[in-house]
């Protein structure tokens, strides 16, 4: 998994920023911290994972977790803003 996140990092240096629908799927707030907690789906980065899980190098979530941490250190993940105010 080491070898394919540094392969990621490499991709998303050379990517533009990441398009596709993204939707507020669930925000709740912690009634202990008053943090938010919230959850995002983007078409784009969804159909990412599936492919990365579809050659068995990993699950869906793992593939998901590195495709979004290699696109933030790159600053390519699709902009939020409007949706979390």
């Keep these: 998994m080491n070898l ?3 392969f990621l990092l ?3 240096n050379e990517m ?3 398009g596709g629908e993204t939707v ?3 925000r709740t707030a912690s009634r202990e ?3 938010f907690n919230i959850k995002l789906h983007n078409s784009t980065l969804l159909e990412m994972a599936k492919a ?3 050659t068995s190098l990993c699950s869906q979530e ?3 977790l590195a495709i ?3 696109l933030s250190l790159k600053g390519k993940l699709p902009k939020v803003d409007a949706l979390l105010k």
Excluded: D, K, P, Y
């Design 24 to 26: 507020l799927v669930e």
């Design 68 to 70: 979004v941490v290699a």
């Design 33 to 35: 911290t008053g943090h």
């Design 52 to 54: 990365v899980h579809q």
């Design 16 to 18: 533009e920023q990441v």
């Design 10 to 12: 490499a991709v998303a």
């Design 4 to 6: 394919f996140s540094i």
């Design 62 to 64: 793992e593939a998901h």
